[in-house]
């Protein structure tokens, strides 16, 4: 029951961090003031959207790796309750 809803929890999870990136160029209309403060904006927001795709990749390895340790642990305390179990029954 538990490896079930983590396992629905993480496939959202990655869902959820994993939405389209669509590629934009900036461009540069004209010689206004205004063009050139709308193209200076555009390459500043590039520069952020490339600093989230790091930071979401990041996220979605280590949950990766959080899932898989914790599947891990559920299989060594399920060892560990079964060993429980056949020492009490000894009793």
Not at 5 to 24: E, G, N, Q, Y
Not at 48 to 65: Q, T, W
Request: aromatic fraction near 6%.
């Amino acid at each position: 029951m538990k490896f079930t809803l983590l396992f629905v929890i993480t496939i959202s999870s990655i869902s959820l961090l994993s939405s389209p990136i669509f590629a934009h160029t900036c461009e540069l209309h004209g010689n206004t003031t205004e063009d050139i403060l709308k193209y200076n904006q555009c390459v500043a927001n590039q520069g952020s959207d490339a600093k989230l795709n790091e930071i979401r990749s990041g996220y979605e390895s280590e949950i990766a790796k959080l899932t898989s340790e914790n599947i891990r642990l559920e299989r060594r305390i399920a060892k560990i309750k079964n060993a429980l179990a056949a020492i009490i029954s000894t009793y």
